[in-house]
T-cell receptor, first 112, second 114 residues
């Protein structure tokens, strides 16, 4: 069936470096994608979203890139900080927009 | 601004017991959702609601029931708890359809069924 998945389960980076978290999706009809951050013991927190009519969107220290040709999504975090340590999920909307399909998540660890 | 509030935070049930997970939001959002998250996995949609009086099944609805009598509240009911329902449950809300409005999540209810 359709799915959204992540390439790397764990990513370790040095404080101050840039982080890149990748996500592959298989539903070519998906037209909306979201990145969430989940800290231990908390619910997912919205980071940034992008629609399929765009290939790049920037926020504060974060950039999302969408490559529809290869069905790939990435989240770039600039100057990674200890507070960025968390699990990051990508998600896509299906079936007209009322449902999200989540990937399994990537654990980002920031080393001092 | 409280956002999405879930109660209880933790609960242990015995097989066959029932319980209701409470969820309330103060953002006047029409759309509300229940997800479950198993260890090391992403979230799976159980049920959702597009407004008071309207509910629909998600990906994994079996063993659960919901109701939406008000805009603010969206309780999730487990009638006969089973070990397979051990999970962390997240309630979420959004102002509009997902494609136009990101979800706001509560902090979850950790349920253990033994």
């Amino acid at each position: 069936g359709e799915s959204v998945g992540l390439h790397l389960p764990t990513l370790s980076v040095q404080e101050g470096d840039n982080s890149i978290i990748n996500c592959a999706y298989s539903n070519s009809a998906s037209d909306y994608f979201i990145w969430y951050k989940q800290e231990s013991g908390k619910g997912p927190q919205f980071i940034i979203d992008i629609r399929s009519n765009m290939d790049k969107r920037q926020g504060q220290r974060v950039t999302v890139l969408l490559n529809k040709t290869v069905k790939h999504l990435s989240l770039q975090i600039a100057a990674t900080q200890p507070g960025d340590s968390a699990v990051y999920f990508c998600a896509e909307s299906t079936g007209g927009g009322n449902k999200l399909t989540f990937g399994t998540g990537t654990q980002l660890k920031v080393e001092l | 601004n409280a956002g999405v509030t879930q109660t209880p935070k933790f609960r242990i049930l015995k097989i066959g017991q029932s319980m209701t997970l409470q969820c309330t939001q103060d953002m006047n959002h029409n759309y509300m959702y229940w997800y479950r998250q198993d260890p090391g996995m992403g979230l799976k949609l159980i049920y959702y609601s597009v407004g008071a009086g309207i509910t629909d099944k998600g990906e994994v609805p079996n063993g659960y029931n919901v109701s939406r009598s008000t805009t603010e509240d969206f309780p999730l009911r487990l009638e006969l708890a089973a070990p397979s329902q051990t999970s962390v449950y997240f309630c979420a809300s959004s102002a509009r359809q997902t494609k136009n409005s990101p979800l706001h999540f509560g902090n979850g209810t950790r349920l253990t069924v033994t």
